[in-house]
C-alpha cells in the first residue's frame, strides 16, 4: 500500500531555534518528493522537490534531504521564525501519465517567540 | 500566490443536500486535481481532470463528480451531503499532466 508517514505530529520551538521534520514512504512507482507548506485554511505551497538522484535541496533557510534506499526523507528549517508556524506536508509523486500525489498527515510546527 | 482561484470560500449546507464547488486553473494549465482534506488530515485525492477527461480517480463514492470545461476550469460535485463531507476542499493545476501541481486557497464546506 503506498503510504507516506511523517513524524512529530506537531512540534513546537522558539524562535530562533531549528527543527528537523521526519518523512517515511512506501510509494512505487516513486517519481519525486516534494515538502509543502501550508497555513491554516490555506492551500499547501511546495517548497522543495528531490528526485531520486537528488540527496539534497535547500530553499532559504529551508533543506531538505531525501535517503532513496531508506525511504526517508527530512526538512530541516534553520533559525525558525513565527512565520515559519505551519503545518508541513511530505508529498511523494507516483510515476505515471496521472502524476498522482501521496500525501503524508503533516506535521503541524508552532513557533513561539 | 499561485494562479489558482476556488469558490466560494466558505459554505454551510445541510445533510443531504448538494453542493458545486469551482476552480479555475492557472493560466495555461490543463489538468486539475481535487482534494478532500479533513482537519488535522493530509489531502486525499478524489480524482483528475485532463482535457476535459476524467484521468484518475481516488477511493470516493459516485456521488462525488467532477466536470472540467474548454477553459479548463473545473467544478466538483458532491450529493446527498453527508456530515463527515465537512472538509477543506482543495484544486491543483498542472502543465503538462504529471508535473508540478499548484494549489488553490481551498473552500471550506461545512455539513451540518
Known amino acids: 500500500k503506498n503510504q507516506v508517514e511523517q513524524s512529530p505530529q506537531s512540534l513546537i520551538i522558539l524562535e530562533g531555534k531549528n527543527c528537523t521534520l521526519q518523512?517515511?514512504?512506501?510509494?512505487?512507482?516513486?517519481?519525486?518528493l516534494r515538502w509543502y507548506k501550508q497555513d491554516t485554511g490555506r492551500g499547501p505551497v511546495s517548497l522543495t522537490i528531490?528526485?531520486?538522484?537528488?540527496n539534497t535541496k535547500s530553499n532559504g533557510r529551508y533543506t531538505a534531504t531525501l535517503d532513496a534506499d531508506t525511504k526517508q526523507s527530512s526538512l530541516h528549517i534553520t533559525a525558525s521564525q513565527l512565520s515559519d508556524s505551519a503545518s508541513y506536508i511530505c508529498v511523494v509523486t507516483l510515476s505515471g501519465n496521472t502524476g498522482k500525489l501521496i500525501f503524508g498527515q503533516g506535521t503541524t510546527l508552532q513557533v513561539k517567540p | 500566490e499561485t494562479g489558482v482561484t476556488q469558490s466560494p470560500t466558505h459554505l454551510i449546507k445541510t445533510r443531504g443536500q448538494q453542493v458545486t464547488l469551482r476552480c479555475s486553473s492557472q493560466s495555461g494549465h490543463n489538468t486539475v486535481s481535487w482534494y478532500q482534506q479533513a482537519l488535522g488530515q493530509g489531502p486525499q485525492f478524489i480524482f483528475q481532470?485532463?482535457?476535459?477527461?476524467?484521468?484518475g480517480r481516488g477511493n470516493f463514492p459516485p456521488r462525488f463528480s467532477g466536470l472540467q470545461f474548454p477553459n479548463y476550469s473545473s467544478e466538483l460535485n458532491v450529493n446527498a451531503l453527508e456530515l463527515d463531507d465537512s472538509a477543506l476542499y482543495l484544486c491543483?493545476?498542472?502543465?503538462?499532466?504529471?508535473?508540478?501541481?499548484?494549489f488553490g486557497p481551498g473552500t471550506r464546506l461545512t455539513v451540518l
Open positions: 481532470y485532463y482535457r476535459e477527461e476524467e484521468n
Open positions: 518523512c517515511n514512504y512506501t510509494v512505487s512507482p516513486f517519481s519525486n
Open positions: 528531490m528526485t531520486f538522484s537528488e
Open positions: 491543483a493545476s498542472s502543465f503538462p499532466v504529471g508535473d508540478e501541481q499548484f
